[in-house]
Each structure stands twice: as C-alpha cells, then as structure tokens.
C-alpha cells in the first residue's frame, strides 16, 4: 500500500508546526480552507478575526511578545 496523498494544507500546517507556531490568525475564506484544515489537524489554534488588518497586527503582536512565529492567513478579498 502506498501512503494517502498530501494536500498542499496538511504541508503547510505540518511545517509551521515544525517551526514551533501555536496560532494561525485568518479571515477565514475558501482558498484558504485547506490551510487552516492542516493546520488544525497539526495542533495549531486558528483564530478568525474581523478583518485582515487585525490578523496582522495579532500575528505581530505573538512574535513580538513571545518566541514564537507570529502568523496571519487571508483569503482573496473584494479590495
């Protein structure tokens, strides 16, 4: 038998997770679906905010306040 397939996600998620990254702050969208899915199914908390600018600024805040990699994830938008 030869392993299931990896999605692009599940990868994602697994090397964030190697990088030690405990949250994803995202406005959660479609294209980024797969993402977040890998990402939880790595132990990593998605956290969605209101808009992207506030993903970013959480993201900044987490790697300016601890040793860990601040992280935000946004989806294709109308702007």
Known sequence: ????????????GHTLAQHGVK????LIGGHISPILVGAET?????IDVRHEANAVFAADAVSRL????GVACVTAGAG
Do not use: E, K, N
Request: hydrophobic share 35%; aromatic share 4%; proline share 8%.
């Open 1 to 12: 038998l030869s392993p299931a397939p990896r999605h692009g996600g599940d990868l994602i």
């Open 23 to 26: 949250h994803i702050f995202t």
């Open 42 to 46: 790595h132990g990593i908390r998605v």
């Open 66 to 69: 601890s040793d860990s990699v």
